[in-house]
């Protein structure tokens, strides 16, 4: 079982409003990475959350931290909003998923294999308390935002999981931005494009 930071274990600031509550279970899954330093040790990746919701409240004035929950080094899960709170993450798409941010930048490299592992767990552990749908849907970021996220070795590792899907968008779709800076037109050798 992966090991869990509450908010209060890693030294999260009150949320400025009332959260707003995400329907339950929940359809989809959307990874992403901070794109920032790598934490190690805990008390580095625990600085790491602060850091970040700081950013959040104060640069972008959200009223929280924007990510569910987000994975550091050895597979530590760090609770940010939590289970049933919509996050504000993903554009149009916070009152409909999840988010998981991997603190670290994984253009060049992969998380750990721990890392991965609580992944797998914490999806795991929202199927079966109905927290997410059996067959929720797994998409990288940067299938429904024009951004580099989740990195390119960590979004190649994404499509071979079983619940990542591929993202038909038609050439006529008005997006948020250029095209080009999408990653849903690739899609791995082993996962053929829907028809």
């Not at 079982?1 to 400025?16: H, Q, T």
């Not at 940067?142 to 580099?148: D, E, H, K």
Request: charged residues 25%.
């Amino acid at each position: 079982m992966f090991r869990y930071k509450s908010r209060e274990g890693w030294g999260a600031r009150p949320r400025v409003d009332d959260p707003i509550q995400l329907k339950t279970p929940t359809q989809y899954v959307i990874i992403m990475h901070t794109a920032g330093l790598d934490c190690v040790e805990m008390i580095d990746c625990c600085q790491s959350v602060v850091e970040i919701q700081n950013l959040h409240m104060d640069k972008n004035r959200w009223s929280d931290i924007g990510y569910n929950f987000l994975i550091g080094s050895y597979g530590v899960v760090y609770e940010g909003r939590g289970w049933g709170v919509e996050g504000a993450h993903t554009k149009s798409w916070n009152k409909k998923s999840v988010g998981i941010a991997f603190i670290g930048d994984f253009r060049l490299r992969k998380p750990d294999d721990k890392a991965l592992q609580a992944l797998e767990e914490i999806l795991h552990y929202g199927v079966v308390n109905k927290l997410l749908m059996a067959n929720y849907t797994m998409y990288g970021q940067c299938q429904l935002r024009p951004f580099m996220s989740p990195g390119e070795k960590l979004y190649n590792e994404l499509m071979t999981w079983p619940h990542w899907q591929y993202r038909d968008v038609p050439q006529n779709e008005e997006l948020d931005g250029d095209r080009a800076a999408y990653c849903f037109d690739r899609k791995p050798p082993m996962v053929a494009k829907p028809t």
